[in-house]
């Protein structure tokens, strides 16, 4: 072999192996991570058979729960729970085989009765406490939407004193223009990144944007991801067979300091996205 055919084969085997741990990072990085989904697709069975149902999730090997508040949710699907003491609801969650770390929480649970909410959280063994949205109309100028961010700061202190972390979710209209900014990207300068981290919601990839490309343009910013995966043509398919490039996804996850990762879909799709990461990672 000449020293051209010598150097040539090198830097195949560099090139090869750079991509093999490109590859292999995100199964590195989130190996035997446990897998959760989110409450709220599947509301209608919960509310039906709630013990019933957090089994037949705990069999397709998901392990955490993210529940969404008793008291915020009452009156659009969770009016199951409201009775129920908490005690109770952690329990039946537990005899399931599953976990409960997180909480989808109204705005006004985490500004106007943030204690209260607190008392729930802790009673729950919950580490994190995510704010589902302002609610703002669309009516709403960029100012709204930065007075509302110092609000969840100010929020943020209090769970943070009580010891668990509070999150912010996004859903499209953060991805919407405003006075020339992305809503997003504006209420990333405002947030106090000691304070609030972020739950970044997959399915903006209908508007074009990839959770890779803020996980690393915000490293260490996010603390979650709902995942869900769609055809060109929007249409939700399970994780795994839609657009969304998951190696990449969840590579980048790891800079963006993500720590749980919930399937936010269809029942029908849960088993299949469940396999599919599981393969993945």
Request: charged share 20%; proline share 4%.
């Amino acid at each position: 072999m000449n020293r051209r055919q010598f150097t040539k084969t090198a830097l195949s085997a560099t090139a090869a192996l750079a991509f093999y741990r490109t590859t292999a990072l995100a199964a590195s990085s989130y190996k035997n991570i446990p897998l959760g989904f989110q409450s709220w697709p599947i509301k209608d069975r919960l509310g039906k058979d709630f013990p019933g149902t957090l089994k037949i999730m705990s069999g397709m090997d998901y392990k955490l729960i993210e529940l969404c508040s008793p008291a915020g949710y009452k009156d659009i699907g969770f009016g199951f729970l409201s009775n129920m003491p908490t005690a109770d609801i952690r329990k039946t969650i537990e005899d399931a085989g599953l976990h409960c770390p997180s909480c989808h929480f109204g705005f006004a649970e985490l500004t106007d009765h943030i204690d209260q909410s607190i008392d729930f959280a802790k009673a729950m063994g919950l580490t994190q406490m995510i704010c589902s949205t302002f609610g703002l109309p669309k009516t709403a100028q960029l100012s709204d939407y930065q007075a509302a961010a110092d609000k969840l700061n100010t929020a943020a202190e209090k769970i943070n004193t009580a010891g668990m972390v509070t999150g912010f979710h996004n859903h499209e209209m953060e991805f919407g223009q405003l006075d020339g900014q992305l809503i997003y990207d504006a209420l990333m300068a405002r947030f106090d990144a000691k304070l609030v981290r972020m739950q970044f919601q997959t399915e903006v990839i209908n508007l074009g944007y990839k959770a890779a490309t803020y996980f690393e343009k915000y490293p260490g910013r996010f603390i979650s991801s709902h995942l869900s995966d769609w055809t060109a043509d929007k249409k939700q398919v399970p994780v795994g067979q839609g657009i969304i490039d998951w190696k990449e996804f969840f590579n980048a996850a790891k800079t963006g300091g993500v720590k749980n990762f919930f399937v936010e879909m269809p029942f029908d799709t849960f088993k299949d996205s469940a396999v599919y990461i599981h393969g993945l990672i």
